[in-house]
Structures are given as C-alpha cells and as structure tokens.
C-alpha cells in the first residue's frame, strides 16, 4: 500500500505530524510511505527512519509568482511527479484549502477532517473520505487520531513516536552546552532579551555553555547580544537537519514557540516552551524528555518561572 501524508507547513505543525507517520508505520510494516512538504522543512520528515521519499513544495514561493511560465512548469512537474506514485491513499493532516488543492494533485482518494474538524471548513470538499476529530485535542493527537480513522486502524495509545534520527553533526559545539531559541516569526512571539541573557546567565553557571540560534541577519544580532551578556556562543548560519544535530546533543533547550523549540523536544531533549502570543494548549510542547510550556496570550512568563523549570529539567 502506498500512502501520501500531506503537511507542508509550518516547520512545528510538520514535527507534530511526525508520530502520526511512526503509528502508519508501525501498524502497516509493508506500506510504503511518502511525504508532502514546503521545502524549508523537507530536511524533517526526511529524518524519519519510516518515510520512504518526501516530496518538496513551493508553493509560498510560486504562489508570488503565478504570471511567470517557469511557474506554471514547476508545478505541472511536481503533479506528475506525484502522480507517478500511484497511491492508494493521500492523508491531509493539515486542513487547509491549499493542502487540500495540493493533495488532489496526486490523482487517489484523499482523507481528511469533516467540516466541523478542519481548519478551513472548506478543505474537505476535496476529500473522498471525512472524518471527526475534535479541535480541542493537542496537535499531535489530531494528526494522530486521523491518520488511524483513515487507514481504519484503532485509535493510538501510549506516547507519541517521533521516530526522528539527527543527522551527523556538521558544526562542532562546545563540549557541554545548552540550546536557546530567542527568535520567533512573528514580534509578538518575542521574549525580552534581558530575561534570556538572565537564563543564559544560570545555564553558564551551572557549567552549561549557552549556544543561541538565529535563522536570518536580524535574528543573528539578537543572538550576539545575548551571547555577549551571558558568555555564549553563536554558531554560523545551520541549515535544519544541521540544527536538529546541535539540539540532539543539547543538554538543555530554552525556546519561544517556534519550529526549532519543538523540534528540540520531539528529539527527546529536555526543553522549556516560552509562550507569549497563544496559550500552550493546543500546541504545546510534546516530547520523551521533559519538557514544560509556560505563558499564553498576552501573558509573557517570569524569569523565575522559566529558571525554576529549568531547575527541575537539569536536576532529573
């Protein structure tokens, strides 16, 4: 049987559907299983020991530029290429219209959530076969409960697999060191950068050396301003899979809500959430190492919050 998951972005809801992939996997051992991604974020299903090919998207990128031919080419060769497949199935995890749109390329039947569960009521037109899962649940538990509703499997039980294996590491850090994530998307997101220098502070204390990461030239400011303040260190620009082998090896991760945060902790690090724009609920942490989601909306967590669960984590 071959089957097509469907979640292009972003680089946290891609790692949230990962245990879903380790459930297909483990309940059908003979089923071949592909991957629909952004590329940005293709480096992350392809870390997973069970996809046998991920297939990259553009789409943020052709989506500005529909008046141009190569455009148009790009496209029609990523439809036949997933047409090639011939798959049995097509598992939209994302509920979007544009997943949705995107899934249909693949010429098979498509399952996904009913009206009432997707994101964008109007993505399941497009599915051949819908399903009830409550928005309430985590994100993970989403992807899961409806990867086994369409495969007709029992519903998961027990912790979530995230079935990642890190590459080698490409960039070598200090030789005790822990992770922070100070950078987010969007400025609402943010954490002051006092409050992370004050955590570096204690990490650096503690025998722990901070590494700060940082994804564009901005961010990267952020990141030696920090350094400076606690006696950290600021790697070169790293690509994902050369990031998530500097988290694997992290004795500690200190993260706003963004990819590489949760990417830390479905890598089984121990890792502190800092949540400043949206409750933790839905979207929280979620991983085998211990981990904590602290703030909400509006909500900006103390410092002496984040360093008394950092604390605990460094303690167990």
Known sequence: MRILIVKTTSMGDVVHALPAASDIVRALPGAELDWLVETPFAAIP?????????HA????????QLARPDTWRAMAALRAE???????????LQGLLKSALWARQAAAPIAGYDRRS????????????????????????????????????????????FGLQAPAPGWQGPDHYAVLVPSASRAAKLWPERHWVAVGRRLADQGWRPVVLWGNE???????????????????????????AVLESARV??????????LGAALGRPTVGIYCDHDPGLAGL???????????????????????????????
Request: net charge positive; with cysteine.
């Open 118 to 161: 997707a994101r964008e009521p109007l993505a399941s037109w497009a599915y051949t076969a819908r399903h009830a899962v409550p928005r309430a649940l985590q994100a993970v538990e989403r992807c899961r409960r409806l990867a086994a509703a369409a495969l007709g499997l029992p519903q998961p039980s027990g912790a979530p697999d």
């Open 46 to 54: 392809r870390m997973h020991g069970g996809i046998r090919q991920v």
């Open 82 to 92: 997933l047409r090639a497949q011939r798959y049995d199935l097509v598992i939209d």
């Open 286 to 316: 979620c991983g085998a190492g211990g981990v904590h989601s602290l703030g909400g909306k509006g909500q900006l967590p103390r410092v002496q919050d984040v360093q008394s669960r950092l604390e605990q984590l460094l303690a167990a």
């Open 57 to 64: 998207l553009s789409w943020r990128k052709w989506r500005r």
């Open 253 to 262: 991760i200190v993260g706003l809500d963004t990819g590489f945060t949760h």
């Open 218 to 244: 901005a961010e990267q400011s952020l990141a030696e301003n920090i350094a400076a303040g606690c006696d950290g260190e600021v790697p070169p620009f790293l690509g994902v899979g050369e990031v998530a």
